[in-house]
């Protein structure tokens, strides 16, 4: 003999109107998300470097504006390039910033923003999206 459930709304049964709402999370891109407007910040600066123009000038010459996150990222490292720089100069031993390859030296401005400037991304992600980077395109 199978046993059938009683229906919501009997007696004793809760009914989703009896489930109190749940707070809505903070408004945070998904990590998906966030990796993606990393990497699109990385193609942006780079080609910001390759050309020697501006990070501002390139994100003002695109068709479609990117997401709130790459434009975050290309500004302050835009903003705070020569501190930004003068910290890699001090701890990339036997290496001058100029000399470094274009692509290594934008994704490594990336993530000394990340860890000096926003301190509401975790130093280990920081860290695990710029070696992630790295591992993708670095020479």
Do not use: C
Not at 74 to 80: D, H, I, K, L, T
Not at 101 to 114: K, M, N, S, W, Y
Not at 129 to 135: G, I, K, M, N, S
């Amino acid at each position: 003999m199978t046993s059938v459930p009683p229906a919501p709304g009997a007696r004793g049964v809760p009914t989703t109107a009896d489930v109190p709402p749940v707070a809505a999370a903070p408004a945070q891109p998904a990590a998906g998300a966030r990796r993606q407007a990393r990497e699109r910040a990385l193609s942006l600066l780079y080609e910001a470097d390759s050309k020697e123009v501006g990070a501002e000038t390139i994100l003002a010459g695109l068709p479609v504006e990117p997401a709130a996150f790459t434009v975050e990222l290309v500004s302050g490292v835009a903003s705070f390039g020569e501190e930004i720089d003068g910290l890699l100069g001090r701890f990339a031993r036997g290496w001058a910033v100029e000399r470094m390859p274009a692509i290594d030296r934008t994704l490594l401005r990336i993530g000394v923003f990340e860890l000096v400037h926003r301190p509401d991304v975790p130093t280990a992600v920081a860290i695990s999206e710029a070696v992630d980077l790295a591992h993708r395109y670095s020479t």
